[in-house]
T-cell receptor
Framework: KQEVTQIPAALSVPEGENLVLNCSFT??????LQWFRQDPGKGLTSLLL?????REQTSGRLNASLDKSSGRSTLYIAASQPGDSATYLC??????????FGKGNQVVVIP | DGGITQSPKYLFRKEGQNVTLSCEQN?????MYWYRQDPGQGLRLIYY???????QKGDIAEGYSVSREKKESFPLTVTSAQKNPTAFYLC?????????FGQGTRLTVV
C-alpha cells in the first residue's frame, strides 16, 4: 500500500522567507505526483504536476522537485506572502488509477 | 469552463436519513473519486470509478453507496448506516495524468 508523509505538519514563517515543504512516499513506482493547495473550507486547487520522467516543475514562485528513487518530492515557495497561508497537499498517482494523499503541510505566513 | 461541480455546498441531515451528494464533471474524464476529510486528517478514499457502470470500494466505504450511470456524474449517498457522517466531502476526477477537485460539500448531522 502506498503511504505518503508530509513534513512538517505545520509551520509558520515571516513574510519574505522561502518555504520548503517535504513529501515522501513509500512505493517509488509512481507515474505522476501533484501538489495542491487547500484553503479552509474549500476544495483543492492544483499547483504543479510532475510526471515520473521529470525532475522538477516551476510555476512563478513555486518549484517542485521529484526524486523517485528516494521517494521524495519538495515544494519550494520563494519569498513567501501572507496570501500563501494555506494547507499544501501532495498526491501520488500509482497502480491502476489510484491516488494517495499526504495529510498536508499547514502553512502560516506572518506579515 | 471545464471543471467539477459539487452540490450542495452545505447539507444537513437528521439521524436515520439517507442523503445524496452530487458530483458532475464536464472534463470527459473516465475516473472519478469520492474522498472524506476530517479536521486534522488527510483525505480518505470512499469510492472510486474508472468507467461508467463500474466502481470500487475505497478505504472507508462502509455506510456509503455510489452509482456511475453516466460518465459525467458520480453521486454519493450517505446512508443511515454511516455512524459518523459529519465531514467535508470532496469529489475528484482524473483524466489519466492530473486530478481535479470540486469545491466540496460540508455535511452535518443535526
Amino acid at each position: 500500500k502506498q503511504e505518503v508523509t508530509q513534513i512538517p505538519a505545520a509551520l509558520s514563517v515571516p513574510e519574505g522567507e522561502n518555504l520548503v515543504l517535504n513529501c515522501s512516499f513509500t512505493d517509488s513506482a509512481i507515474y505522476n505526483l501533484q501538489w495542491f493547495r487547500q484553503d479552509p473550507g474549500k476544495g483543492l486547487t492544483s499547483l504543479l504536476l510532475i510526471q515520473s520522467s521529470q525532475r522538477e516543475q516551476t510555476s512563478g514562485r513555486l518549484n517542485a522537485s521529484l526524486d523517485k528513487s528516494s521517494g521524495r518530492s519538495t515544494l519550494y515557495i520563494a519569498a513567501s506572502q501572507p496570501g500563501d497561508s494555506a494547507t499544501y497537499l501532495c498526491a501520488v498517482f500509482y497502480g491502476n488509477n489510484r491516488l494517495a494523499f499526504g495529510k498536508g503541510n499547514q502553512v502560516v505566513v506572518i506579515p | 469552463d471545464g471543471g467539477i461541480t459539487q452540490s450542495p455546498k452545505y447539507l444537513f441531515r437528521k439521524e436515520g436519513q439517507n442523503v445524496t451528494l452530487s458530483c458532475e464533471q464536464n472534463l470527459n474524464h473516465d475516473a472519478m473519486y469520492w474522498y472524506r476529510q476530517d479536521p486534522g486528517q488527510g483525505l480518505r478514499l470512499i469510492y472510486y470509478s474508472q468507467i461508467v457502470n463500474d466502481f470500487q470500494k475505497g478505504d472507508i466505504a462502509e455506510g456509503y453507496s455510489v452509482s456511475r450511470e453516466k460518465k459525467e456524474s458520480f453521486p454519493l449517498t450517505v446512508t443511515s448506516a454511516q455512524k459518523n457522517p459529519t465531514a467535508f466531502y470532496l469529489c475528484a476526477s482524473d483524466g489519466g495524468t492530473e486530478a481535479f477537485f470540486g469545491q466540496g460539500t460540508r455535511l452535518t448531522v443535526v
